[in-house]
């Protein structure tokens, strides 16, 4: 190191103090001061939601519900609806809040049956995840769930919500089926869905499909 260089400074960035700005009924703004990596103290804005359950680290859960039936695609159950914030509709994964008392599979199986009408059976539960980490605290759980499609109750479910639109999307051309989706209507994607879009046409590539490597 030269005389001029000056020695880089390492700390372990930390949280200092939150203060409220504001304060909804469902969300509220802080101002947060933390301590960054080099040492400097700085300050941030969070935003929080207001209702998370004591006991828990998780705000709510999205739901991937597959919906097989027999002689049909699996699809994909999604949900559209109009969304304030983006003043548009959105095309989202069933979700919702943890209400208190519930872990997240119980929540995912009560979500789904209230926006869409399906009951479904909780395959596989991801560890608690955050949304959107540079604005808010918000964080959420995946659920994977399957519907039994020639069950009774799910073969003409019912909804308990009234300005939420059902959308089955096949699972095998789901990313393909959103992008139709786009050019027809102005709408929203959710980041997770499209994300999981693109997942599922990884996951169908075909060898034939995969560039010939160069000798």
């Given at each position: 190191m030269?005389?001029?260089?000056?020695p880089?400074?390492?700390?372990?960035?930390?949280?200092?103090?939150?203060?409220?700005?504001?304060?909804?009924?469902?969300?509220?703004?802080?101002?947060t001061?933390?301590?960054?990596?080099?040492?400097?103290?700085?300050?941030?804005?969070?935003s929080?939601r207001?209702?998370?359950?004591?006991?828990?680290?998780?705000?709510?859960?999205?739901?991937?519900?597959?919906?097989?039936r027999?002689?049909?695609?699996?699809?994909?159950?999604?949900v559209?609806?109009?969304?304030p914030?983006?003043?548009?509709?959105?095309?989202?994964?069933?979700?919702?809040?943890?209400?208190?008392?519930?872990?997240?599979?119980?929540?995912?199986?009560?979500?789904?049956?209230?926006e869409?009408?399906?009951?479904?059976e909780?395959?596989?539960?991801?560890?608690?995840t955050?949304?959107?980490?540079?604005?808010?605290?918000?964080?959420?759980?995946?659920?994977?769930?399957n519907?039994?499609?020639?069950?009774?109750?799910?073969?003409?479910?019912?909804?308990q919500?009234?300005?939420?639109?059902?959308?089955?999307?096949?699972?095998?051309?789901?990313q393909?089926?959103?992008?139709?989706?786009?050019?027809?209507?102005?709408?929203?994607?959710?980041?997770?869905?499209?994300?999981?879009g693109?997942?599922m046409?990884?996951?169908?590539?075909?060898?034939?499909?995969?560039?010939?490597?160069?000798q």
């Amino acid at each position: 190191m030269s005389n001029t260089e000056k020695p880089k400074i390492s700390t372990a960035p930390q949280v200092i103090k939150e203060e409220v700005i504001a304060a909804g009924k469902w969300v509220m703004l802080e101002k947060t001061t933390y301590v960054d990596p080099a040492g400097n103290t700085r300050i941030w804005e969070t935003s929080k939601r207001t209702t998370r359950r004591a006991n828990t680290e998780a705000d709510g859960v999205g739901i991937i519900a597959l919906l097989k039936r027999t002689l049909h695609k699996d699809c994909v159950v999604m949900v559209k609806q109009f969304r304030p914030p983006l003043g548009c509709y959105t095309l989202e994964f069933p979700a919702g809040l943890i209400d208190e008392g519930e872990n997240a599979e119980v929540a995912a199986v009560r979500e789904l049956k209230e926006e869409t009408g399906y009951k479904g059976e909780v395959v596989s539960v991801t560890p608690v995840t955050c949304l959107d980490p540079g604005l808010s605290n918000c964080t959420t759980q995946i659920v994977l769930v399957n519907i039994n499609g020639d069950e009774m109750e799910n073969i003409n479910p019912t909804q308990q919500l009234e300005f939420v639109e059902v959308i089955l999307l096949p699972l095998d051309e789901f990313q393909l089926k959103i992008d139709e989706v786009l050019k027809k209507e102005k709408i929203s994607v959710d980041a997770k869905v499209y994300l999981f879009g693109m997942g599922m046409v990884q996951a169908f590539f075909k060898p034939r499909e995969l560039p010939v490597l160069k000798q």
